[in-house]
């Protein structure tokens, strides 16, 4: 298996988690509105490719698997996007209609595919109001992923020095984690082909998500970065509810393969939808030590946070803006 360049590969990156948190469970809890949800992030610098690519049950439903796509083209082609529900196979699983997430090795390797046919839309149209029905493209995904960070544990975050707040005060879900990766493989759309090589951001989160899941909801920011050059990263979130209050925080640093919670100093606030040039600041305390960066947006896309999380902006609405950014870190660049 290839490395980061400069650094050896880590002996384990589960920060401690058993092997089978990386799995998805075969029964549903006996909990109102359970879910279990997988999310992965690449970017690719170098064609300005973004993914935003989402698996989870459904609320209510179990046996349905949601599969949500959304990539941002570059050359200003726009947007592909995809929705769709599926009683997928148990072999299969977490999968959807098109989109599957395999689970090579766990906190170590995946295998992420997509094969279906996506809405295209122009990036302006999406940020000043809702998709609507148009052209459709055929998208084909298949990447390899490499996991180059240990583990983030929500929880463990929350309850060390430098964290807030706690996975237990969440409507969202009570167990998250989050790592870092090298994406490497193929990205085609209509008479288009890629190769993707660069880094990404997951997730997988268990718990409670129904429909009241947004009840007292105020906002979120949450970030990772991957400097290739060095190994060395980034993260951090932060979830407040409509007073203001945080109800979960925590960072971390990652260097020489080593991750150390760090305290959230300085997170961005949302108050512009803008597609490129935004400049974003980070600010991370660990013991006697302060790491401030800045990053700025490349490409972005966004959804309404509402139910079910429409693509596009409605007026008036709350948005989820997802954006991919550059950041450098004494010379080192990661995204």
Same mark, same amino acid.
């Given at each position: 298996?290839?490395?980061?360049?400069?650094?050896?590969?880590?002996?384990?990156?589960?920060?401690?988690?058993?092997?089978?948190?990386?799995?998805?469970?075969?029964?549903?809890?006996?909990?109102?509105?359970?879910?279990?949800?997988?999310?992965f992030?690449?970017?690719?610098?170098?064609?300005?490719?973004?993914?935003?690519?989402?698996?989870?049950?459904?609320?209510?439903?179990?046996?349905l698997?949601?599969?949500?796509?959304?990539?941002?083209?570059p050359?200003?082609?726009?947007?592909?996007?995809?929705?769709?529900?599926?009683?997928?196979?148990p +072999?299969r699983?977490?999968?959807?209609?098109?989109? /599957?997430?395999?689970?090579?090795?766990?906190?170590? =390797?995946?295998? @992420? !595919? &997509?094969?279906?046919?996506?809405?295209?839309?122009?990036?302006?149209?999406?940020?000043?109001?809702?998709?609507?029905d148009?052209?459709?493209?055929?998208?084909?995904?298949?990447?390899?992923?490499?996991?180059?960070?240990?583990?983030?544990?929500?929880?463990?975050?929350?309850?060390?020095?430098?964290?807030?707040?706690?996975?237990?005060?969440?409507?969202? +879900?009570?167990?998250?984690y989050?790592?870092?990766? /090298?994406?490497?493989?193929?990205?085609?759309?209509? =008479?288009?082909? @890629? !190769? &993707?090589?660069?880094?990404?951001?997951r997730?997988?989160?268990?718990?409670?998500?129904?429909?009241?899941?947004?009840?007292?909801?105020?906002?979120?920011?949450?970030?990772?970065?991957l400097f290739?050059?060095?190994?060395?990263?980034?993260?951090?979130?932060?979830?407040?509810?409509?007073?203001?209050?945080?109800?979960?925080?925590?960072?971390?640093?990652?260097?020489?393969g080593?991750?150390?919670?760090?305290?959230?100093?300085?997170v961005?606030?949302?108050?512009?939808?803008?597609?490129?040039?935004?400049?974003?600041?980070?600010?991370?305390?660990?013991?006697?030590?302060r790491?401030?960066?800045?990053?700025?947006?490349?490409?972005?896309?966004?959804?309404?946070?509402?139910?079910?999380?429409?693509?596009?902006?409605?007026?008036?609405?709350?948005?989820?803006?997802?954006?991919?950014?550059?950041?450098?870190?004494?010379?080192?660049?990661?995204?």
């Amino acid at each position: 298996m290839s490395t980061l360049r400069g650094e050896p590969r880590v002996k384990d990156l589960s920060a401690g988690l058993p092997p089978e948190r990386e799995q998805v469970v075969t029964s549903c809890p006996p909990v109102p509105a359970w879910t279990e949800n997988l999310l992965f992030t690449p970017y690719d610098p170098t064609h300005n490719i973004g993914m935003w690519l989402h698996l989870g049950t459904v609320a209510d439903a179990w046996e349905l698997w949601e599969d949500r796509a959304l990539v941002t083209l570059p050359d200003g082609e726009g947007v592909l996007s995809m929705w769709a529900y599926h009683r997928t196979d148990p +072999a299969r699983r977490p999968a959807g209609a098109n989109l /599957r997430f395999e689970c090579l090795e766990p906190f170590r =390797r995946w295998r @992420v !595919t &997509f094969d279906g046919f996506c809405l295209r839309t122009p990036q302006e149209s999406m940020r000043t109001g809702l998709v609507r029905d148009g052209e459709k493209v055929r998208l084909q995904l298949d990447l390899d992923i490499e996991c180059a960070t240990p583990v983030w544990d929500a929880h463990t975050a929350a309850a060390a020095a430098t964290g807030r707040g706690g996975m237990d005060q969440q409507q969202w +879900a009570k167990e998250h984690y989050e790592q870092l990766y /090298r994406a490497r493989g193929t990205v085609r759309w209509g =008479r288009r082909e @890629v !190769t &993707f090589d660069d880094t990404g951001w997951r997730d997988h989160s268990r718990g409670p998500r129904g429909d009241d899941s947004v009840n007292g909801w105020g906002g979120h920011v949450i970030a990772g970065c991957l400097f290739p050059g060095t190994g060395r990263a980034f993260g951090l979130s932060r979830y407040w509810s409509t007073d203001g209050t945080v109800t979960l925080e925590g960072g971390y640093v990652v260097e020489a393969g080593e991750l150390t919670h760090a305290q959230v100093v300085d997170v961005p606030r949302l108050d512009g939808l803008v597609a490129s040039g935004e400049v974003l600041p980070f600010g991370l305390a660990r013991q006697d030590r302060r790491l401030e960066l800045t990053a700025t947006t490349r490409t972005g896309l966004w959804t309404t946070f509402a139910g079910g999380l429409p693509y596009g902006v409605a007026s008036p609405g709350r948005a989820y803006a997802i954006n991919w950014t550059s950041c450098d870190w004494d010379g080192d660049v990661g995204h």
